[in-house]
């Protein structure tokens, strides 16, 4: 069974940074996710396993990062020149596979951690 821990959410004031961690019972594909109120989930940016690839969503690019740390089988999502509208629930998924995590189809999910971008 794998098992995603995220950490590292909170509220943030536009503009701020914040660093997601998910931390992985093993080394996988990984990417994150977020949900917004209302609206469906959708891919963020993801990883692959040795870290020589990276994707990311259109509207995150040149603001947030994914690299991973694979001594201590954890992925981060560095986020910077946060807005109001990236304010949503953050989740961390994980797959054998790289494919699967770009469509939001992968196999193993997190319990997910809330960011809110707010004055």
């Known amino acids: 069974q794998v098992q995603l821990v995220e950490s590292g959410g909170g509220l943030v004031q536009p503009g701020g940074s914040l660093r997601l961690s998910c931390a992985a019972s093993?080394?996988?594909?990984m990417g994150w996710f977020r949900q917004a109120p209302g609206k469906e989930r959708e891919f963020v940016a993801a990883?692959?396993?040795?870290?020589?690839?990276?994707y990311y969503a259109d509207f995150v690019k040149g603001r947030f990062t994914i690299y991973r740390d694979n001594a201590k089988n954890t992925v981060y999502l560095q986020m910077s020149s946060l807005k109001p509208e990236d304010t949503a629930v953050y989740y961390c998924?994980?797959?054998?596979?790289?494919?699967?995590?770009?469509?939001?189809?992968?196999?193993?999910w997190g319990q997910g951690t809330q960011v809110t971008v707010s004055s």
């Open positions: 998924g994980a797959d054998r596979v790289i494919t699967p995590l770009i469509h939001g189809t992968n196999d193993y």
């Open positions: 093993g080394r996988y594909n």
């Open positions: 990883i692959s396993w040795n870290g020589g690839s990276t």
